[in-house]
């Protein structure tokens, strides 16, 4: 009887680890070894067109935007396409009352009228290269990197561990700092749906904004100067406007984050039964003070309209992340196959051991630092102090301040810090409340009557209590001394997961290494880690739940459904209402279950993570179809198990990308410089 179960559990594991079709994140200087299955699913061209070092290549016309974000390059004349969450920040500091980009949209009506973004850059990838050869041979990291940067102007270099170190990739880009806003549809298209809607499906995002990259005249990147000319890029993205199918092959090209693959059984645990229920209580309560205070006050509404997108976009993912592990069961297989591999490698079963031993000696320092990030640093009022305490340049000091204050309401901040003072005492592990932290809260009578001391007392509420030269005597220095061992902490094990702090991450490298010569019908490729990938798959819908099919494309139909001038975040413009309303659509009105309409988004099977929104959705023919802006909640869990039956990327179709820049913001010059096929 067990004998069977064993069995039957082995069978489901090898077909969920192996027939995985459309699982993966490939290095696109390795795509040849994906080429056959990837021809087998649709795609026309070689690998040579994805990533080359001899000729153009589509990775010519990829870019990592804005440190984050991805981004295509769409014309010969460096014009880009991201996504309008990506473009916010840039978006929002252009924004003033007199001209508000982010609620009216933006249209450069020509070149001269493109605005230049402060800070704002973008890197294309020059190539990549192992140099784990290298590094072994004793040649130095710095060494090789500072070679790589010589090579050419505004280069920039950066060696990759994959494997958890057992390979190490060197990267190089050039980094562009020259780049403007050429325009932006308003939130209403841009955010249609804000937070109700991000990461669900069915959905109606027309989640884009368009810049241009900007070069010296001989072509290279250069800093912002009105003698930089448009940048012309080895390669742009031809568009194609036939439209999507289901069943059509989709590649996504573009820089995913984190994903955490090959963790064991206790890391899984960590995530689902740990880490991500703590977190998601504690943004909770947050989440419920703000939106109260929204609610009540329109200003607020604005004021904290970006902290609550940010805050509350995690906490959804980490919702479906939670769910979708218990569903598959995730940490049982794991451990199932951590016993077989255990039980045939009698040799190497002390990695498991190790690694779980490892585990135990370092999760609660990190979760310490987690809920400190998420308790004691969420409260704004310290963060201010000990911005103005360490700040260097004064004015500069003065200028964030201005931004800080614009969006701050002490009334929030103290509601919060009362809830979350007394969250992390409640929550603390034993021994990591810092001695002068527990007195300093005992000594005012508890956590509350503390906090309401700390707002009562200290200048910095306000923005006229703003300054660089009485931090250290504001009332709440005491606090961010008391605090001091907890951003020790948290600087100390500022890694990207738990899995990847040093102590644990040296048995993963041995570990992973076995794996990969143990299990050799397994396809492995390197988790994310924002450096560039390939990842395809199909468009396709789901079975989203028992007799309820979602297909893959909406369409402005379902815009005008959800559309109500009540709400703000489905208020549409009123140009789109009198479109609509004319069906004056032009050469991009389609055919789409029996109506006449505009298509608006469409979702695929392709495994993708954060980071690679903004990226190009193209074609078997490497033509760009979409542009990728989210997943569906239920597929969070991918970053740790890909489930192909019901993970989908969220995409927004190309032409509803081309119509909202004709119709809707009259800037269809700019499709003239565009390769539409
Ligand atoms: N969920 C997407 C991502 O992970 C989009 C987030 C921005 N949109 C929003 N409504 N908060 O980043
Ligand atoms: N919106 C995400 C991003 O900003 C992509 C969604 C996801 O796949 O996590 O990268």
Redesign the pocket.
């Known amino acids: 009887m067990i004998k069977k179960t064993l069995l039957v559990s082995l069978l489901t594991l090898a077909v969920g680890f192996t027939a995985m079709a459309d699982k993966g994140m490939w290095l696109p200087s390795l795509i040849s070894s994906r080429m056959k299955d990837m021809r087998s699913k649709g795609f026309r061209l070689t690998s040579e067109d994805i990533y080359s070092i001899n000729k153009a290549s589509l990775k010519d016309a990829v870019v990592l935007f804005d440190g ?3 981004g295509e390059i769409v014309s010969p004349e460096g014009l880009l396409l991201t ?1 309008h ?2 473009g916010y920040d840039a978006i929002q500091s252009l924004s003033a009352v007199e001209h508000d980009y982010l609620t009216d949209g933006f249209w450069a009506m020509s070149r001269g009228e493109e605005l230049p973004c402060k800070g704002l850059q973008v890197a294309i990838l020059v190539r990549m290269e192992e140099v784990t050869d290298r590094l072994a041979a004793g040649e130095k990291a710095e060494a090789i990197i500072a070679a790589a940067e010589a090579e050419g102007t505004g280069y920039s270099a950066a060696i990759e561990q994959m494997y958890y170190g057992n390979q190490q990739f060197l990267f190089v880009y050039k980094v562009f700092r020259d780049v403007r806003l050429v325009g932006t549809p308003p939130s209403s298209i841009g955010k249609f749906g804000g937070d109700t809607d991000n ?1 669900i499906w069915p959905r109606h995002t027309g989640d884009f904004s368009v810049f241009r990259i900007y070069s010296s005249p001989d072509n290279e990147p250069a800093a912002y100067s009105p003698q930089n000319v448009p940048y012309r890029p080895a390669r742009h993205f031809e568009i194609s406007t036939a439209g999507v199918r289901e069943g059509d092959f989709t590649m996504i090209y573009g820089f ?2 984190n994903t955490q693959e090959y963790i064991t059984s206790d890391a899984v645990d960590y995530i689902a039964d740990v880490a991500d229920p703590v977190c998601i209580a504690l943004r909770t309560e947050r989440l419920d003070i703000i939106r109260a205070a929204q609610q009540s006050d329109a200003k607020v509404r604005i004021q904290y309209a970006a902290k609550h997108a940010s805050i509350a ?1 995690a906490w959804k ?1 980490w919702q479906g992340e939670v769910l979708g592990i218990k569903r598959l069961g995730t940490a049982d297989k794991k451990r199932a196959y951590e016993q077989r591999f255990a039980a045939e490698n009698p040799d190497k079963a002390f990695l498991l051991d190790s690694l779980h031993a490892a585990y135990l000696r370092n999760t609660t320092p990190y979760y310490t630092r987690t809920l400190f990030i998420e308790t004691l640093r969420a409260i704004e009022l310290p963060q201010i102090v000990r911005f103005a305490m360490t700040a260097k340049d004064k004015e500069r000091a003065a200028a964030v301040a201005d931004n800080f204050y614009k969006n701050y309401d002490a009334s929030i901040d103290r509601a919060i810090a009362r809830r979350m003072v007394a969250e992390f005492l409640r929550l603390a592990p034993e021994g990591t409340v810092p001695e002068a932290l527990s007195q300093l809260i005992a000594r005012h009578g508890g956590a509350e009557a503390y906090v309401d001391y700390l707002y009562d007392h200290s200048r910095f509420t306000s923005p006229e209590g703003f300054s660089t030269d009485t931090a250290t005597d504001d009332a709440a220095a005491e606090l961010i001394g008391a605090m001091a061992p907890l951003y020790d902490l948290s600087a100390r094990y500022a890694y990207r997961n738990l899995s990847n702090v040093p102590d644990i991450e040296r048995w993963y490298r041995p570990y992973v290494k076995a794996l990969m010569e143990w299990d050799t019908d397994r396809a492995f490729f390197p988790d994310a880690n924002l450096t560039l990938r390939v990842a395809y798959g199909k468009v396709a819908g789901y079975d989203y739940a028992d007799g309820v099919y979602h297909r893959p494309q909406t369409s402005l139909e379902g815009i005008i459904e959800k559309d109500n001038p009540e709400i703000y975040d489905y208020d549409i413009p009123q140009s789109l209402r009198d479109i609509y309303a004319s069906k004056q659509y032009g050469r991009w009105g389609v055919e789409i279950d029996g109506r006449r309409t505009v298509p608006a988004c469409f979702i695929a099977t392709n495994h ?7 990226s190009p959705v193209i074609d078997g023919r490497g033509r760009l179809i979409g542009i ?4 569906t909640w239920l ?2 869990m991918s ?1 740790v198990e890909f489930d192909e039956e019901i993970c989908r ?2 995409a927004v179709d190309i032409r509803y990308v081309l119509f909202t820049i004709d119709r809707v913001g009259g800037a269809g010059y700019l499709l003239d410089e565009m390769t539409l096929r």
Do not use: A, E, L, V
């Open positions: 984050g974000c991805t996504n969450h990506c990461w995913p984050g976009n993912k993708t993570t954060g980071g690679n929104s903004g990728n802006f989210d997943r597929s969070t970053d990327n969220i």
